[in-house]
C-alpha cells in the first residue's frame, strides 16, 4: 500500500552553479529584483528571492510557458507515481531549471528535497544554498497545485476561454502589441548597473515611448475632461496621467457617500484610455473610508454586472470617449489572452492584452 508522501532528493553532493550575468559577472543577491509581497509591501534582494521562488516553481511549465503538459517542473509530480520519473523531474528543476533562471544570484545549491501529499495536492520543499554575496540560506515552503482548470498561473491572471483565444480579434490585439513590446528580454536578465535596460533599446520600446510623447500631446484630452465636468456638474473629476508607466490614460469621476457610521464609501468611475490601439475601457472601484483613516483596499469587480446605480455614469462617459476620440470599448472576454514572450514593464503578473493595451488590474484599482 502507497504511503501518503514521498520523498525526493535532488542531489547526492552539492552543486556548484557557474551561471553569471550578460558582462560575464555574477550578481549579489542582494540586487535581485523587487517583487510584489504581501499586503503589496515591494521587497527586493533575498526577501524577494524567497517570495518568487516559490511562485515560479508553482508557475512553470516548461521552457514552453504556453504548454502546460511540457513535464519539466515539479507540478507533474502530482501526475506520476513513477519514483524514476519523479526522481528526475526533481532533478531536472534543481540542477537545469533555478540554475538557468536564477543562476547569475545563486553560488552552491546545497540541498533541494521535495515530499509529495497527492490526498491535498501540495508538497513541500526544503532547500539549502548560498547566494552570491550572502550567507548559507536554509528554508522551507509548501506549494498548492488545484486541479484541473483551478491550476494557479498567477495572483491575478484568469485563463481565457478556447473562444477568445481564437477571436480574430485577439488576432489583431497581439499584433498591436507586438509593434510596442520586445519578445524576450525577461526582467531577470536586467542588469541593475545600467541605467538602460536591453529591452529599452529594441525598436518596440522606442515606438512604445514615441506612443507616450504623443499621448501627452493629445489636445482633444483637455476636450474631453471638459465634456466631462459639463456631464457631471458639481461631481469631482481627474485627469490621471500615470506616463511611462501603464498603456493609457485616465479620467476619473470620484462619487462619495456618508454612511451611519461615519465611514465614507468612494465609488470612482474610471475611463482608461489606451495610447497603443484605438480602445478603451470603462469601469467602477469602490472603497470603503473608516472613521479612524483605515480604510479598506479598492474592489474592481470588471468580472461581474456593475452595481445597477452606476451604470448611467459609465455609460455617460462611454459615450464622451467614443465622441471625442472615435474608439471603441475594450472586450474583457479579452483581458487574459496572455502574451507570455513579451517584455510589458509594471506589470504584476504575466502580461495580458490587458495590462500590454491599457494597464494591469494592480493598475486600474490604485487610482488616487
Known sequence: M????????????????????????????????????????????????????????????????????????????LDTEDAQHASELVRRVAQDEIPRRFGKYLDVLQAFDVTIH????????????????????SWSFELHFPTGAQQERGPTHQLPSPQAMNEPRAAELIRIARRFYPTGFPSWDDDPDESEQAYQRTPEHQRWEAAWEEALRWTHWASLMDDLRAAFPGSKMGSLTPAYHAACRFCCLYLEQSLPDGS????????????????????????????????????????VEPNRWTRPYEDKMAHLIERVFG???????????????????????????????????NGLVNLP
Do not use: C, N, W
Not at 6 to 23: C, H, S, W
Not at 118 to 137: D, I, W
Not at 348 to 355: A, C, D, M, V
Open 327 to 361: 474608439y471603441q470599448p475594450f472586450s474583457l472576454d479579452l483581458a487574459d489572452v496572455p502574451l507570455l514572450d513579451l517584455r510589458v514593464s509594471d506589470t504584476h503578473g504575466p502580461p495580458t492584452l490587458l495590462s500590454a493595451l491599457l494597464a494591469d488590474r
Open 118 to 137: 497527492r490526498e491535498t495536492r501540495t508538497m513541500v520543499v526544503s532547500l539549502e544554498l548560498k547566494p552570491h554575496g550572502a550567507e548559507r540560506v
Open 264 to 303: 465614507q464609501l468612494v465609488t470612482r468611475v474610471a475611463g482608461a484610455v489606451s495610447i497603443l490601439a484605438p480602445l478603451y475601457l470603462v469601469y467602477t472601484t469602490t472603497q470603503l473610508l473608516r472613521p479612524d483613516e483605515t480604510s479598506t483596499r479598492p474592489q474592481l469587480p470588471l468580472d
Open 2 to 77: 502507497k504511503t501518503t508522501h514521498e520523498t525526493y532528493k535532488a542531489f547526492t553532493a552539492p552543486l556548484r552553479i557557474d551561471a553569471v550575468g550578460p558582462d560575464g559577472m555574477k550578481r549579489s543577491i542582494h540586487a535581485f529584483p523587487k517583487v510584489l509581497g504581501d499586503k503589496t509591501v515591494i521587497v527586493g534582494g533575498l526577501e524577494a528571492f524567497k517570495l518568487h521562488l516559490p511562485r515560479f516553481l508553482v508557475q512553470r511549465r516548461g521552457e514552453d510557458l504556453a504548454d502546460p503538459d511540457a513535464e519539466s517542473s515539479l507540478h507533474a509530480l
